[in-house]
């Protein structure tokens, strides 16, 4: 056996897009084969021998013969044929019945043509999308895709309450994760693309907030909101001018390293934290768990406590439980903390490879693969839950449809301020420069989820791609 001709054998077969996305997602030994057969259905196999290129068919004359044996055999499904003619001839016939396909990369000439062919090629498959939906393999991605998005949108919730000061916490990510999920879900011509917040909006965020608390103190919000309308005026003009045809420049390069930011940023922020618990809770003696008590701060369990003291009139202390500086450094926190992150990163890979495992059933296998996430997550959140008195943080969730910071806000903010705190003019104006990044931004994430999901959907039902970046612009606002 030739292990260098073996090589050079799989490299022609990986060299074929059909046969390489089936090795990449196959699970039985059965569909391997079929990709090899139906390679070599394709495919002229020449014997070794000293062939003189005048006696080779040239690549055209082999590629109409390829043509016309599909043809044949798509007569033989009940898929061509007609009255007359050869089977080349019908298959021209049936094309030249129907339009053209539509190039979404192509502009048009005339302005928002882009958007208005969108809407055009992607509203009459509307009614469909509801009849295709009735199967029981659409639940299961519903079902998944459900705890896909309520783990990212607490996770990031959690960090942005934390980077904003609970002005943008769990809640406001949580309902308009939901809200406008739905609305992208209905009107969108790519409905699977990313629209929550992803760790390069975080990051944004994070630092228009620094920017506010310096040069607009308390007012990150009103402004925020001026970002989302120049935002989406910046993505109308971009559309009028069909600026998304530029997506044909993006390589597989640009993907790919779009991508390993993201998920960088993920394991980068997940890391920081473990570290500001370890800071926190050090690994220390038991006997040194104890000696912080006497510097703290004064503090009480209860307010009833503090009024039994007949001192009410007075500001009471913070409470011991509120905050975890009263309760200082806590014996096991950051261990655990440790291994309920690690411990859902490894239930959560392993049972992803167990999916293409040889244990138990096809459907077994695949339904622990795809709810690998929820299953890890629940499983640590049953680990911390029996773990008795040891300390570990919690996300701070208010209760009912309540904002994070009731106190302050409710959930309509208004563009121009409030009557003690109005919104520079000047400001308004401003904002159109930080929207100009923000658009930026998302025209990346969007136009690469946009690419992958045309690759894979081969645009069945119409493209989006000066539809979507537009109606997330506008979502932006809110």
Known sequence: MDHHEIGRSFCTLMSNPAFHNVAY?????QELLHAINEFLDDSVVLPPGD??????????????MRQRRKARKGQNDGDGGGDGGGPGDDGGDDKDKGPPKRNPMQRTSVPFGGLIDDIKNRYP????????GLNSQCLAATIFIYFAALSGAIAFGGIMGTKTENDIGISETLIMTCICGVIFALFSGCPLIIIGTTGPVLLYDEALFEFCRNTLPKQFLYWRVWVGIWTFIISLVVAGFQGSTLVRFFTKFTKDIFAGLVSLLFIYEALRKLFKIFQAHPLMGSV????????????????????????STEDPPPLCGD??????PQPNTALLSMILMFGTFFIAYFLRIFRN????GRNARRALGDFGVPIAIVIMVLVDYSSGDTYTEKLSVPAGLQVTNSAVRGWLIS?????????AVWAMFAA???????????????HICELIMMEKTKEEKGAGLHLDIVLLSGLNMF
């Open 357 to 360: 495992s040889q244990f138990l």
């Open 415 to 423: 563009p121009l301020g409030t009557d003690t705190s109005p919104l």
């Open 51 to 64: 062939w003189d290129r005048k006696h080779i068919l040239p690549i055209n004359e082999i590629m109409e």
């Open 323 to 328: 905050n975890p500086e009263h309760q200082g």
């Open 125 to 132: 498959q509307f009614l469909s999308d509801f009849k295709d």
């Open 432 to 446: 159109i420069l930080p929207a100009i990044l923000l658009y930026l931004l998302l025209f990346m994430e969007t």
């Open 25 to 29: 997602r196959v699970e039985e030994k």
């Open 288 to 311: 040194d768990y104890c000696n912080h008590y006497s510097s703290l701060a004064p503090c009480i369990k209860s307010l009833d406590d503090w009024n039994s003291t007949g001192t």
